[in-house]
């Protein structure tokens, strides 16, 4: 399980707290308005943040001390952190090793995750030569390869039209099930909550609200949520 042992985050004059527990292999979307915290949580996670009091933990083990690299998580942004020079499968071999120097089993596992995502004839165009949805397979396919136990995605696909981000959102749904992974999901989109996230933390007024069932939480949301959903 993914623990949250009294923290609390400060940037400026803003400050975010959070104590609360997400079972491992459950879907968290993390839903509230502009500049509420969201990011800071996710940043936090990932060790880009440190908190100014408690503690991360990991099934069971603290993280907070563990610089980014170390921890178990990997991270989804929506600029999707692809380098423009670099192929398709490099991209995403770079999930593996930043010099790219892999052995055979790692090209293959490249082969595989970039397959499993749907790009398997794209291996060698190079992003610029990619739709939007395409390039965010890339990243899903790089963070799929990471194999890493919390999957962090911070609006990766804001960008994308309706029909796509259902798809993406789909995708991630499927991967998270098929490796186990916890997911805490960003987002200021209820639909999007409702589509995969099994639970829903509202992020409002300096805190992160322990996740609720998000089904029930949104049929009958508290005074903060209904003020944000309008
Ligand atoms: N480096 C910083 N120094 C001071 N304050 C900061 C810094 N970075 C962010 N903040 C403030 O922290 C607060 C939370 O920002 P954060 O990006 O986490 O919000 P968010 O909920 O992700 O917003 P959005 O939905 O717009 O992406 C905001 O009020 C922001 O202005």
Known sequence: MLRFDKVTIRQGDFSLS??????AGRIVALLGPSGAGKSTLIDT???????????ILWQGTDITPLPPAARPVSVLFQDNNLFPHLSVAQNVGLGLRPDLRLSADQHAAVSAALHRVGLQDLERRKPAALSGGQRSRVALARMLLRARPVMLLDEPFAA??????????RLVAELADETGATVLMVTHDPGDARAIAQDTA???GGRVAPPRDT???LADPPPALRAYLG
């Open 202 to 204: 509202l992020v409002d």
């Open 45 to 55: 996670v990932a060790g880009f943040l440190a908190p100014d009091s408690g503690r």
């Open 160 to 169: 994308l039209g309706p029909a796509l981000k259902a798809d993406m959102l």
């Open 215 to 217: 089904g029930t939480l």
């Open 18 to 23: 959070a104590d609360f527990t997400v079972p």
